[in-house]
Nanobody, 121 residues
């Protein structure tokens, strides 16, 4: 099992920046991909970004390219999502996830409980 705990969410204004963190523990060696997803009120969960745990290769959904950056610190078993130029439509619960295969919008096996990001206009 892999446990994922997100942190860093909160209430910010449009144009602000926020950095989310995801601390991984347990059998992290079984994961190759770490990623971020989000779910806005009344909408389905959607893919944001993923990163190869060993390779560092990244994939992003188009609407966050140039604004969000995913990174990882292997020594700390932590994945980050730096979010810049936030918009009200970025308001959502953001979930960290881990899985065995690195692709664009990969199938994930493990999920965190999420952290709420609210962007006011």
């Amino acid at each position: 099992q892999v446990q994922l705990v997100e942190s860093g969410g909160g209430l910010v204004q449009a144009g602000d920046s926020l950095r989310l963190s995801c601390a991984a523990s347990g059998r992290t060696f079984v994961t190759n991909a770490m990623g971020w997803f989000r779910q806005a009120p009344g909408k389905e969960r959607e893919f944001i970004a993923t990163i190869g745990w060993n390779s560092g290769i990244t994939y992003y959904v188009d609407f966050v390219k140039g604004r969000f950056i995913i990174s990882r610190d292997k020594a700390k078993n932590t994945v980050y999502l730096q979010m810049n130029s936030l918009k009200p439509e970025d308001t959502a619960v953001y979930y960290c996830a881990a899985g065995p295969k690195l692709t664009y919008n990969p199938p994930m096996r493990y999920w965190g409980k999420g952290t709420l990001v609210t962007v006011s206009s």
